[in-house]
């Protein structure tokens, strides 16, 4: 397997987590983000929107990471990082859909503010990145109350749903948007549970 | 089970269309939309975000349409609508996921100013339509180029991947838009498949 993406990558993320989740590896091919490569023909052969991961297993070339996460859990070997039980597993798909639509897109007006955006010498948009708050800050209302019953997002284990957060979050941190998190006593301990683990030190070179 | 839904609501309609496609039905409670019921306590407090449709299920509340039907999909009797090759049912995620972030946001946008907007007598934001008709196109030439090979989103087989871009799709044509698709000739052939078929009709109330 060869895995295309870039290792500050969000989406790449996700996918090195769960590989490593696995005990698995792919060979890593960087396509690389600061130079542009994504928007190059050879990226757009393989990923016709011009982004980053694309897994290729075999002949079989697979884009957007939350299709590949599901597809590496079916395929390896390791533990299963879907629920088997019907209810823990379309909980772990409510939690997936929530981050996709109503998480990632503040969450990442954020990140593009007051991380990448400054790290560009721009001026983050203070109007917007106030807005983005207080969307995920309500969005993590909500987790933060499924939290109190269990340790994780389906339920008692460790799932494809918390690893799709995950990326997210750690930017958040570094885009003075961590409070957020750790305010929120459940979504906190969650992050600190799920942080900890060694696939996600793995996967962000910790 | 019952459905807490609205019948003009697009995320209704995919559940409504996957119970249909399935050979079942629930019980149909309507949320009304247009009274602002969804932000009443009674909705709220089965849908934090204050959205529709929440599915009930002998105790079991789930919300998030795209976890919905695939909930009911593994649960239900009835022509299966989740691929069982693995790398069909990959290609289903990777179009649902295609679906959610690229093709749905800007496709509301168009729908938001084109359609439900004029109703309430509001003027339409053209540039923001023009930029959102531009986005709908460029995903369109990716899937029309997937489609070039295939009847279906996954391959041969009707799947949830199709379902979850109809309803968008009958509403851009509401909003002067269907041309995004009929211009576009596997695309086009392929709505005009889906779009007859009788759980579209039934869930559509043609």
Redesign the interface.
């Known amino acids: 397997m060869k895995l295309y993406g870039h290792p500050m990558s969000t989406c790449t993320r996700k996918v090195l987590t769960t590989l490593a989740e696995k005990g698995h590896e792919a060979e890593f091919v960087l396509v690389d983000l600061m130079k542009g490569e994504t928007k190059q023909p050879a990226n757009l052969a393989r990923q016709?929107?011009g982004q980053v991961p694309t897994l290729e297993d075999d002949g079989?070339v697979?884009?957007?990471?939350?299709?590949?996460i599901?597809?590496l859990d079916?395929?390896l070997s390791g533990p299963k990082l879907t629920p088997s039980e019907?209810?823990e597993?379309?909980?772990m798909?409510?939690w997936?859909?929530?981050e996709?639509?109503?998480f990632t897109?503040p969450a990442m007006t954020i990140i593009l503010n007051n991380l990448f955006g400054r790290m560009q010498g721009k001026t983050p948009d203070a109007d917007a990145v106030s807005k983005a708050r207080e969307k995920v800050g309500?969005?993590l209302?909500?987790l933060d109350?499924a939290l109190a019953t269990k340790d994780f997002l389906a339920g008692g284990q460790f799932s494809l749903a918390d690893i799709c957060y995950m990326p997210y979050i750690e930017y958040l941190f570094a885009a003075e948007s961590g409070d957020l998190v750790t305010k929120r006593a459940h979504a906190g301990a969650w992050w600190k549970r799920i942080s900890e683990r060694p696939s996600w030190k793995k996967a962000t070179g910790k």
Chains 1, 2 share one sequence.
């Open positions: 016709p929107f079989f697979l884009y957007e990471s939350r299709a590949i599901r597809y079916e395929k019907i209810r597993h379309a909980r798909e409510q997936i859909s929530v996709t639509s109503d897109p309500a969005t209302d909500v109350a």
